[in-house]
């Protein structure tokens, strides 16, 4: 069994051991690439301050491009017996290069070192799912612009209440997911900082240069204060997670609407037949089970920050072993949003609208306010104007023409698409993920 790398003289209890290791080789998994790159600029931060020599650190970043890309090939693994990530490549270091490898930790704890791979990762599975969030945006919009003109029933306490459109139906989804970029962008600022330096959370005796680190990994600062580099963990995953509960928030209301507006007693859309399910006894049934699937997964994902909460929340300063059990609920949340992501921007695409919803004379009523507005712009006083319309209504004698004539902005006759179209393009913007990709490029020397 490899020795790890707190271990002295005494093995600690096979069973202890499997206690407290728990899943973490299996989470980190998810941060290998991370590790590598952090390692990568601390180690030419050493460089700097005369703790490797420029041969040392030639050999150790050849052997460290290796290691990740074999991580990229999907071919690294950590080894039985090994306790973590950070464990499993200073072991390969070692076995490659001697002694030469023992030197990478000096001046760093796992403390900081898992707070940057987190942080890394982070940073990557953000831009995932801000590209996917935008491309579920364009596809909304597209839909909205297509169908603008196509009138369907609004509602309030699930009763039929005034004139929508498809137009508007789209538009709104679109929208809210400007929002959640907006609070996804605030989250990316707020992990972007660099908390290498900090070691146990009291910073080190050697004279390290963490403004290096922090231009070397694209960081936008540093988590300035050692201490508070350290609170951060658990605090950085739980502004995030209220991010992805943002945007789960916005799928899940979307795919209820779906789910709802395809049975058959609506009507109002068609979900592509592919897309669908049938009964294992009732042949005609096509269900939404893609929709439902993603409110559940997407509900799931906005308890996330309160499970965050719970195990970080009662945590004096400083680290505590509790803040492990944070990646297991958080890490594999990214690809669960992205999942749900793609599902809803493929349906969302060929999903089918009914645009002979008005033909139903049921409808007929949600006209009403526009009735009301009609004799009020003529001169009736409102409150008479309501009280007329009101009593047709009850003698059956209501009509309307299925048409609205609504031209404010926002509305079902301007729908303003372009000016949230660049709301979007501006929240985009701010993320300046360039600046990443070419830190990390010029990092690994591509």
């Known amino acids: 069994m490899a020795q790890k790398l707190w271990e002295k003289n005494v093995q600690v209890n096979a069973e202890i051991d499997r206690f407290t290791v728990g899943r973490d080789r299996e989470m980190d998994m998810y941060l290998a690439k991370y590790d590598v790159l952090g390692s990568m600029a601390h180690i030419t931060m050493l460089e700097s301050i005369g703790l490797l020599t420029a041969d040392e650190l ?130 990316y600022k707020v992990c972007n900082r660099n908390p290498l330096g900090s070691a146990a959370g009291y910073g080190s005796s050697f004279p390290l240069d963490r403004e290096m680190t922090t231009r070397l990994l694209g960081f936008d600062s540093m988590n300035y204060n050692v201490v508070y580099a350290q609170m951060g963990r658990g605090k950085v995953e739980r502004n995030v997670s209220f991010a992805l509960a943002s945007i789960a928030g916005t799928l899940s209301k979307m795919a209820f609407d779906a789910c709802m507006f395809s049975c058959q007693n609506f009507g109002f859309v068609k979900l592509p037949d592919e897309c669908t399910t049938g009964s294992s006894i009732m042949p005609h049934k096509k269900n939404p089970d893609v929709f439902e699937l993603t409110r559940a997964k997407c509900n799931k994902i906005q308890a996330l920050p309160q499970q965050i909460m719970m195990i970080m929340n009662n945590l004096p300063s400083g680290y505590f072993r509790d803040l492990q059990i944070i990646k297991e609920v958080f890490l594999p949340a990214f690809e669960e949003l992205e999942d749900c992501l793609q599902m809803a921007t493929y349906i969302m695409d060929k999903i089918k609208i009914n645009e002979h919803i008005l033909d139903d004379d049921k409808y007929l009523y949600m006209f009403s306010v526009e009735e009301v507005n009609r004799l009020a712009a003529e001169g009736m006083p409102f409150r008479d104007a309501y009280k007329k319309v009101g009593l047709d209504i009850e003698a059956g004698k209501f009509t309307h023409e299925k048409t609205v004539h609504h031209t404010h902005a926002g509305s079902i006759g301007n729908l303003c698409n372009d000016k949230i179209e660049e709301l979007m393009q501006q929240a985009v913007s701010g993320f300046n993920f360039e600046k990443v990709e070419e830190a990390e490029k010029a990092l690994l020397g591509r």
Do not use: C
């Open 58 to 187: 030639k050999i150790l970043l050849e052997e460290l491009k290796k290691i990740y890309a074999s991580v990229e090939r999907g071919e690294f693994v950590i080894e039985d017996g090994v306790e973590d990530v950070h464990s499993q490549v200073e072991l390969m270091l070692t076995r490659r290069l001697g002694d030469v490898g023992k030197k990478i930790h000096s001046g760093r704890s796992r403390n900081d070192q898992v707070l940057v791979d987190l942080k890394l990762f982070i940073r990557a599975q953000l831009k995932s799912v801000a590209e996917a969030v935008e491309r579920l945006f364009h596809v909304l919009i597209s839909q909205s612009n297509r169908y603008k003109n196509v009138l369907m029933p609004g509602y309030t306490h699930l009763q039929i209440a005034m004139p929508s459109s498809f137009g508007l139906w789209f538009g709104a989804y679109a929208e809210s997911l400007v929002d959640d970029m907006v609070f996804l962008q605030a989250a």
